[in-house]
Every structure is written in C-alpha cells, then in structure tokens.
C-alpha cells in the first residue's frame, strides 16, 4: 500500500468514526456539525482515491452541515444544497452516460441525500435519523450487487466515475460513505 492509499484509508476511518458518533447528539446542531465534519474526512479520502463524484457528494454533506448547524430554517439553505446535489448527480450523469444501471446506481445517494436534507432542513430528530435508513438501504442494495466479497465496499461501480482512479490497491479498500 502507498503512503497515499494509508493516509486515504486513515482519514476515511476517521470520517466513518465521526458519522457513526454524529448519531449520538441529541442536539441537531451539534448533530449537523459532526455530521458535516465526518464528510470532510470523507471528501478528503474520495479525493485521495481519485473518486471524483462520491468527493463532491460529501463536500456537499460538508456544505450542508455548516448551514443546517445556524439556522437552518432559511429556504434558501435548503434550495442551495439540493441545487449542489443536483450538480454532483448531473456530474454523475455526464461520467455514465449511456449506461443506465450506473446512473440508477448513482441515483440512489442522490436521492436519499437530498430526502434526508429535507428531513434535516426541518429539524425533526426522530424524522432525520429515520431518514438515514433509506442511506443506509441504498449502501445494503450495492453491498448485494458487490462482486468483491472480501471488500463490499466497492460495487458495481468499479468503471464508474464513482471507482477510485487506476491503481488504488483493492485491498486498501474502506467503507464508502456517500
């Protein structure tokens, strides 16, 4: 593994820490807070991979939690990061173009990050964590459709502007978080 894939897997590790812990707070400022921090760690390691469109999903996940911790309640918060979603999914759509089970495949974060930032944007704790299941269901259907067994990370997605750039070793593989 390259000092690259180590650090990548490093700061992926933390960023799944963070998530999983964001879950903890009562509070849904401190909640959006860490929620946008984990995403970071999260951009930071997409990047690193040379996932491009996964890294701009989560920068908007960053963009989302610095607005939705102040405030939160502006429409225009909200109309802004739907609007970046959409821009990381046209993105999306522009790498697979031509391949609709990729952009089916795609589809999916897309859709359950823009409900959940609804979910989010009204501030209802009990409906933002039930939001996370259909994340959480999208990330169940490509682990089934994972035809590394022993990295179920990675799905079908391995042409896809959503893969890692040539080169990164499989088996430095981390949980991806979209």
């Known amino acids: 593994m390259?000092?690259?894939?180590?650090?990548?897997?490093?700061?992926?590790?933390?960023?799944?820490?963070i998530i999983i812990s964001s879950f903890q707070f009562k509070d849904n400022k401190r909640f959006f807070i860490f929620q946008g921090l984990g995403s970071t760690f999260f951009f930071l390691n997409f990047i690193m991979i040379g996932a491009v469109a996964g890294a701009l999903f989560n920068l908007t996940n960053l963009v989302r939690g610095l607005l939705f911790s102040k405030d939160r309640h502006k429409?225009?918060?909200l109309i802004?990061?739907?609007?970046?979603?959409?821009?990381?999914?046209?993105?999306?759509?522009?790498?697979?173009?031509?391949?609709?089970?990729?952009?089916?495949?795609?589809?999916?974060?897309?859709?359950?990050?823009?409900?959940?930032?609804?979910c989010?944007?009204?501030g209802n704790g009990k409906h933002i964590r039930i939001s996370q299941i259909l994340y959480i269901i999208q990330q169940l259907y490509k682990l089934y459709y994972s035809h590394y067994k022993e990295f179920p990370c990675y799905s079908l997605l391995e042409k896809s502007h959503f893969y890692p750039k040539k080169g990164f070793s499989h088996s430095s593989a981390v949980f991806i978080h979209w």
Request: proline share 3%; glycine share 4%; aromatic share 22%.
């Open 2 to 17: 390259t000092k690259i894939e180590i650090l990548a897997q490093i700061f992926g590790i933390i960023g799944m820490v």
């Open 75 to 77: 429409p225009f918060k």
């Open 80 to 118: 802004l990061v739907i609007a970046l979603y959409v821009a990381s999914f046209t993105f999306s759509l522009f790498k697979s173009w031509g391949d609709w089970f990729q952009i089916f495949l795609a589809f999916l974060p897309f859709a359950a990050l823009v409900l959940m930032s609804i």
């Open 120 to 122: 989010m944007w009204n």
